[in-house]
């Protein structure tokens, strides 16, 4: 079965971190590149982090220099590690595979709140 399920998300205060993770069926996984994405209340869905078969990442200017993403190979996971958490971070966070990215997962939602 071809699937991607997210999870991770939760209710953080500003400046706290949280850490999302991502299982992927073989198919979407493997040799593909894998990326996150999220979509806020009210707005269009925006790219976040994006990390290749062979471990090359990239990042929206946004999250640089606080946000992680990594990939496990031997788990079929991929990992976002979020930290010092803003407001503006608050969103469904979705993950994105399989070739052209074809695949999407259901979601997780993040709030930052205090």
């Known amino acids: 079965q071809v699937q991607l399920v997210e999870s991770g998300g939760g209710l953080v205060q500003p400046g706290g971190s949280l850490r999302l993770s991502c299982a992927a069926s073989g198919d979407i996984f493997k040799g593909n590149s894998m990326g996150w994405y999220r979509q806020a209340p009210g707005k269009q869905r925006e790219f976040v982090a994006r990390?290749?078969?062979?471990?090359?990442?990239n990042y929206a200017d946004s999250v640089k220099g606080r946000f992680t993403i990594s990939r496990d190979n031997t788990k079929l996971t991929i990992y976002l590690q979020m930290n010092s958490l803003k407001p503006e971070d608050t969103a469904i966070y979705y993950c994105?595979?399989?070739?052209?990215?074809?695949?999407w997962g259901q979601g997780t939602q993040v709030t930052v709140s205090s």
């Open positions: 990390i290749t078969s062979d471990g090359n990442t």
């Open positions: 994105r595979g399989g070739i052209s990215g074809f695949y």
